[in-house]
């Protein structure tokens, strides 16, 4: 390959190295620029002469100023740059912007499953679910047997899942803090995917009880749905208690019939780990416009990652379809830099070295290239830490970004999840398909086995970002039809990690 360079916005003065394996000193791209060094791939050179103080630009926006006089063809580094102070949340233009309603897309379907509650499953998923890390253990034996000796008498049913997580005791279970763990872990028991009707194991002594934990709903909470482990006599009783629940569901579950429903049942969170700095020129530009088509079809599309999306929140509040929204987003930066600010940190704090080895100088950076997941219609609606979602079109759902808190947040709404990464991740999730989308096609071939979906091409202009965009959305319709992905295929799925920003006692 000859030496190539994106430059994204043609004002910015640096371009994004395309090699993979980097370009050496001496060497002469297009536009006749001379690598003044070795520059690796992703990594940022100068375009032309960037005298120190001077705004350093990607994106057409600022990502730093230079703290020293950088020479075109000069790798631009982490250490060249001082990061600009965050966008004022008093100062944010609302709704001033708000994107025209494009043509609704008619016609999109996939094959899914129907529950009781309006709601439709991509997967047909037993879940149990625990109100205590204590019982971890003995659901997990539990499952291993319930996989090997029950499982395959129902054909219909994908899987059996345990919902085990780090909460339930030793927290202050009344702080106003454990509101989003509750909720988290409610909600996730009500995953589409499990039909909205767990199986519950208890240890019997914890502070968040069956009660708390689903707010007194009463049909949850009959009897023969929930098993106390102190109830019991001995280990193998409690896991034959466990193994009969198991069963009753499992024949009900087995009866389902995937069925074909309109593409506006789908409700996708996107994510993104492990990224690069081609990761806001190819893989998410990539999902941003498949996000645009699954709005047009009616589907809810969820972007979260609040300190992903900081340093770019002026970009979305113009775009938020009423004030109100806008406030809502606003709100939720505020939350987050207070939360933050308490614990002795800044949003600064967000960035990985693995982000720096790809090319990602700070968290300005990074959040203009992670926001770009949103695509470009109006922002419908922000939800909470935790929220059930239930609005159509885009919406901000707000989780931090760590890749595991940030999918085990979006469980409590999405029934498909899309995940791009620059470095690379075997993240998975057990209630839910997740679709591995790399922002680099060397990335690809070195993980064909892990990767879904190559947006690579894009760098080279191969392909455009909005025809990565329409296969990208019609993987997401076979997948939604149960069509595995690398993840599944592997059984690769993440411990439940609910974000918890309470006291533990």
Known sequence: MKPLYVQVNPADNTGIVVNPEGVPAGSEFASGLIAAEAIPQSHKTALRPIAAGEPVLRYGFVIGYAVRDIAPGQWVREDMLHMPAPPSLDELP???AVPPAQPMLEGYTFAGFRNPDGTVGTRNILGITTTVQCVAPTVNHAVERIRAELLPRFPNVDDVVAITHSYGCGVAIDAPGAAIPIRTLREISRNPNIGGDPLIVSLGCEKLQPAKLFSNDLPILEPGNIIRLQDERGFAETVAAILRGAEKRLAVLNRRQREIVPASELTVGLQCGGSDAFSGITCNPAVGAAADLLVRAGATVMFSEVTEIRDAVHLLT????????ALDLIREMRWYDEYLARGGA?????TTPGNKRGGLSNIVEKALGSVAKAGSSPLNYVATHGERVKAKGLVFAATPASDFICGTQQLAS?????FTTGEGSPYGLSLV????VSSRTALAEKWPDLIDFDAGPIATGEVTVADMGQRLFAYILEAASGRRTWAEHWKLGNALSPFNPGPVT
């Open 94 to 96: 609302l709704a001033t």
């Open 346 to 350: 800044d949003r600064s704090a967000n």
């Open 433 to 436: 398909p997740v679709v591995k």
């Open 318 to 325: 113009p775009r938020a379809a009423t004030r109100e929204v």
């Open 414 to 418: 999405m029934n498909l999840h899309v």
